[in-house]
């Protein structure tokens, strides 16, 4: 069961960060600040998922951005969190047309909005781009964007 979603840039600034369990916010800082440092420091060569105070971290650097996700059990599998990934990069693109950090900086309730249509209590739900995005553009279009 996923339970964080954060998006990080290179220089360890959080951009997104959403989690299925409520922890105040010390606890929060601390995690990311663990969890970040620890991604940040491995090299292109090592995998992409280790072991960390009981979750699997699972993480992608796509351009600027790390992706990072953290998993609670050991029935999930880290390929199947990585297509996630995959998926949810590929519907930010879709929606800003060719995604980058300020794109998720300045629209980040949209961002919100793309990661809530794909998760829901910590299980994915959805996968589809066209049926993540639908909502998102009837409140784009109802809004007058």
Same mark, same amino acid.
């Given at each position: 069961m996923i339970r964080f979603v954060l998006m990080v840039n290179k220089q360890g600034q959080t951009r997104l960060a959403q989690y299925v369990?409520?922890? !105040? %916010?010390e606890e929060r800082c601390a995690l990311e600040s663990e969890v970040i440092r620890k991604c940040l420091s491995r090299t292109e060569t090592q995998c992409s998922f280790y072991e960390f105070r009981g979750y699997k971290v699972v993480y992608r650097r796509y351009a600027s951005l790390f992706f990072i996700v953290g998993v609670e059990g050991d029935d999930e599998n880290e390929l199947a969190i @990585? +297509?996630?990934i995959h998926a949810l990069v590929e519907t930010l693109d879709r929606y800003f047309e060719n995604v980058c950090e300020l794109d %998720?900086?300045? !629209?980040l +309730?949209? $961002?919100?909005?793309?990661?809530d249509e794909m998760l829901m209590n910590g299980c994915i739900i959805e996968s589809n781009k !066209? !049926? %993540? @995005? $639908?909502? %998102?553009? @009837?409140?784009?279009k109802a809004s007058g964007m």
């Amino acid at each position: 069961m996923i339970r964080f979603v954060l998006m990080v840039n290179k220089q360890g600034q959080t951009r997104l960060a959403q989690y299925v369990n409520m922890h !105040n %916010i010390e606890e929060r800082c601390a995690l990311e600040s663990e969890v970040i440092r620890k991604c940040l420091s491995r090299t292109e060569t090592q995998c992409s998922f280790y072991e960390f105070r009981g979750y699997k971290v699972v993480y992608r650097r796509y351009a600027s951005l790390f992706f990072i996700v953290g998993v609670e059990g050991d029935d999930e599998n880290e390929l199947a969190i @990585l +297509e996630f990934i995959h998926a949810l990069v590929e519907t930010l693109d879709r929606y800003f047309e060719n995604v980058c950090e300020l794109d %998720i900086m300045f !629209n980040l +309730e949209k $961002a919100h909005f793309v990661v809530d249509e794909m998760l829901m209590n910590g299980c994915i739900i959805e996968s589809n781009k !066209n !049926n %993540i @995005l $639908a909502p %998102i553009h @009837l409140l784009d279009k109802a809004s007058g964007m």
